[in-house]
Each structure stands twice: as structure tokens, then as C-alpha cells.
């Protein structure tokens, strides 16, 4: 593991802006996996700032909401539609996440796990769950997991409550990518700010590799950079 600890959040964010735009200097039509969350906002706004031209490249992003429709305002889609796709002009087609109203999920999780398994990633992005979670990888994860449905903690469902109207209007289910499909990218990086995030970067970081913290996986990764601030760093 790579750890790089930046002075605040808006340096973390411009750090992993550089680090995509590097790739895909080099590797125009790079296969980028990519991450939502409250963390993503500043990489993507840095990016649509950016000169990088994303118009080759393609997309799979690490989860999506079962039940709810690619056009729903809370889905996954839309919020990578608002901050990323939409504002650099890149297409469906180029572009993807689960189908989250898709009449079989379980079908669909196969359906996607083949379809980045065709070309692999060549970059991951990820950020971390205040309980450790990676993609929606809930603790107790198997590590060799691959993509599937998830039942989502009650934490999670609170500390994503935000979002919505209320506690109960978040989904119950994911489709997340598991956590052998995350460690199959040739490289990795996981961006945490903050002071609530110290816990379990440290648990990851420092603690043993165990499905309670699933982002401790990421100690087996030959390529993975951790990119923080202080504050996250605060309990290493
Ligand atoms: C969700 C996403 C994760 C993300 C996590 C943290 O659960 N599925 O991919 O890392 O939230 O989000 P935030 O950056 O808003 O703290």
C-alpha cells in the first residue's frame, strides 16, 4: 500500500484528479472504475475543470440502488449523470453502472461482472464507508466476492439517509461490485476525508486483513495508493 497523507481535502481531491488524468493521458481509452459519495464530489468537479479529455474512455462504477430507476433523482446514475458524465459530454454507451430496476438482480450482477471482466480496470477509484465498507461491501464481506446483491447495514442506510427524504426511503439492496472484482483492477486508489473517515483508514491501514473492515482487503493489492488528509490520517 501507497499511503499519502495531503494537507486538507481540496489537496487530497486534486491529487487523484492528477492521478486520472495522467492515465488517461497515456491511455486514452483507459477502462476507469469509479465511485459515488460525498468524498467523489471535488474529483469530479476537478476533473470537468480539467483539460482531461474523457471522451475515449470507459466507465463502470462500483454500485448502484436496487429499486430505484436510472432516471431516479437519488440513483447512482444520476448523481455520476450531474457531476461527471453530463458535464464532459460522455455518452451512455461509454458509460456503466448496474441496472437498478432490473427485473433480476441477481441476473444483472452476473450480467455486469462479465462485462468489466471483458477488457478488466485499469484504474479503480473507491472511497470507504465510516464502517469499512468498499463499493457497498458491507463487514462480513467474503473476500473473494464477486458482483452481487448486498443487504445494506442500518449505518450505512443512516449515513446515506441524507440524500433522501427520510431514513426510510433509502433502499435495502445493492448491486455492488464485490471485493475480488476490486482487487482484480490493475491499480487502486481510495480517497478519505475527514475526521469520521480516521477509524477506518486506520483499521485498514494498520489493522489485520479481515472481512470486518472490507477495505483491509486492499493490503493484498500490489498497486493500491490510499490518498487522505489529516484528519482521516488522525487515528494512523
Ligand atoms: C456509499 C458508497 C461508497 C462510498 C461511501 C462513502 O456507501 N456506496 O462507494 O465510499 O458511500 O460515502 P461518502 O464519501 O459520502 O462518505
Redesign the pocket.
Known sequence: MKLLILPDAAAAAARVVDEIRDLVDQKPEARLGL??????EPVYEGLVKSDADLRRVTTFN??EYVGLSPQHPQSYRSFMEARLFGPKGMSRKQTHLPNGDAPDPEAEADRYEAQIAEGGLDLQL????ANG?I??NEPTSSLGSRTRVKTLTRR?RAD?ARFFDDEDAVPRFAITMGIATILDARHVILLATGTAKAEAVAAMVEGPLSAVCPASALQLHRRATIVVDTAAASSL
Not at 465511485?35 to 467523489?40: K, L, S, V
Open positions: 465511485a459515488t459519495g460525498g468524498t467523489m462500483l454500485d473507491l472511497g470507504i464507508g465498507h463499493g457497498f450505512t446515506n
